[in-house]
């Protein structure tokens, strides 16, 4: 280490020592070399844990938060973030697009963290390795993948009822994924509608043991009898209350459909009475998924409300005009992408359906981000800016920032500082039994992890739309990821690859 560098991170480390003692940073002079890596200077910033609303600077120092004071602070790289909202990074709690072109449009959209959580990873240790050494510009994190241990266990049979011995020795191999670091569990059921209710329930209670959540599509999302989503919800609040497992409900928004206000319901009372379940929703009224999925099976789309016209294959555009063709589709090739257009946005019934799932009280906001593609093939190519022809579905570009353009700014449906909350601390505080690192993300305080977006309320919101869903979000002036630049000045640094492991208690 140079002399140079020596003197720096001593100036920086008696600048911290300051704040403990004295209670508030030291400015210094005019005349000393600068104290800390960054500040950001003159910005609105809001942290969800204290409550603080206010113009703040913000200094960086190796990393975390140095300061956030009234007092002029000085940097080796200064922000101006005048008229901006400086705020924690977000993180996404639901993201299938853990490549590199993904994490770029999830930094446009201001997303720090990216975790992959209701389908997971197997095996966990293998994929958090593979990350680390490709490089990731966002931090990423895997839940423990029920499904891919189940088909390990049982190969073909791994849609069906397993016996005692299989459910034994799946449980088994959920702890060794726990010790690997997973998040938790993700639980798929919706793919996965005949397995053992008995076995959900013993995943579910060793999760409580562990002190970790699941993460769970739900079995089914039928608006009326028989298999409605009633069940499907009903089965996982009374496993929370039941084992006393964490149990998280993802996307609401196209599991619930045109029950969401009962089932919206169904989940306020459930926390009303103590039961640790927690829900999340994306603004956004079509989904994405395989065309093999069984609730896409045309017999059952009369119980979504639903045709096949309202299925889109990704690659093509094709809509099936018939029963038929849907079914023909689904034997050729039951991985293909499509998107599901469960609900219009534009009709106003259906768009307040959305909008209920997602403002309901302590909802996270997540994006059920997908992968990009080109035809056949997925896209993981670091090269920017994405190809114009790339396919994929528009929340994964712009689902935080759709938020606050629309759900803010232009229908006031949410006050900007209860956004970020549901985008930062919320998500944190899920993990953080799991990951007692996440404790220091979510929040805008000294000691913090330097996860940090800037960004202009008056502009800020989607681009992309199902025509182009690559178009990057707008109003993201900086996005910094442990204090370091992946956008600055509104562009992508698409050299950095600050990005780290986010794992659990043991591995962590």
């Known amino acids: 280490m140079s002399a140079g560098i020596g003197i720096h991170r001593l100036r920086a480390l008696g600048v911290i020592l300051s704040m403990v003692v004295a209670g508030s940073p030291i400015a210094p002079s005019a005349t000393e070399n600068p104290a800390y890596d960054v500040v950001i200077r003159g910005g609105r910033v809001i942290d969800p844990e204290s409550g603080l609303d206010a113009v703040r600077n913000v200094a960086i120092a190796d990393g975390r938060i140095a300061a956030v004071s009234t007092d002029r602070l000085s940097g080796r790289i200064m922000i101006d973030a005048g008229g901006l909202v400086v705020a924690p990074g977000f993180i996404d709690v639901h993201s299938h697009g853990m490549t590199i072109p993904n994490g770029w449009l999830q930094a446009f959209d201001g997303v720090t963290t990216a975790l992959e959580l209701e389908t997971g990873a197997w095996p ?31 190969g073909d049979r791994a849609q069906d009822l397993a016996t005692d011995a ?62 409605s989503a009633l069940e499907a919800f009903g089965e996982v609040i009374a496993t929370a209350a039941t084992t006393g497992a964490h149990m998280h409900l993802c996307h609401i928004n196209s599991s619930g459909l045109r029950d969401i206000p009962r089932l919206t319901g169904m989940i306020a009372q459930a926390r009303a009475y103590g039961i640790p379940v927690t829900s999340e929703a994306y603004p956004w009224g079509a989904g994405s998924t395989s065309i093999g999925a069984p609730f896409l099976a045309p017999e059952n789309l009369p119980l979504l409300d639903i045709g096949p016209e309202n299925i889109e294959v990704i690659a093509n555009g094709e809509r099936p005009a018939t029963a038929q063709r849907l079914a023909e589709l689904r034997k050729a090739k039951p991985d293909e992408r499509v998107i599901v257009h469960y609900l219009n946005e534009t009709i106003e019934a259906e768009r307040q359906l959305i909008e209920q799932a997602l403002v309901l009280e302590d909802g996270i906001i997540a994006s059920d981000a997908v992968r990009y593609s080109m035809k056949d093939r997925i896209v993981t190519e670091a090269v920017w800016p994405l190809p114009a022809a790339v396919a994929g579905h528009p929340r994964s570009a712009a689902t935080f920032t759709k938020v606050l ?63 182009k869903p690559a178009e990057p979000a707008k109003g993201m002036h900086h996005v910094l990821v442990g204090g370091t630049f992946v956008i600055r000045e509104g562009k992508l640094i698409a050299s950095a690859r600050p990005g780290r492991a986010i794992r659990g208690g043991i591995a962590e």
């Open 124 to 154: 966990v240790a293998d994929v958090y390795r593979a990350a680390s050494q490709q490089g990731r510009p966002i931090n990423y994190g895997y839940s423990v993948a029920w499904s891919g241990i189940r088909q390990e266990v049982m």
């Open 166 to 227: 299989e459910i034994e020795t799946i449980l088994a191999r959920v702890s060794d994924g726990l010790d690997a670091g997973g998040l938790g569990v993700g639980t798929p059921v919706g793919y996965s509608t005949r397995t053992n209710r008995t076995e959900y329930w013993d995943v579910a209670a060793l999760a409580a043991k562990r002190g970790v959540p699941v993460f769970t599509h739900v079995r089914t999302k039928n608006g009326r009898d028989p298999d």
């Open 405 to 467: 353009g629309e759900y803010v700014r232009e229908r006031e449906l949410l006050r900007l500082a209860d956004a970020i909350r549901r985008s930062t601390l919320l998500p944190a505080q899920l993990l953080e039994p799991a990951a007692p690192g996440m404790k220091r993300k979510g929040r805008i305080g000294v000691g913090m992890d330097a996860d940090i977006v800037v960004f202009d309320p008056a502009t800020v919101g989607a681009a992309a739309t199902y025509e």
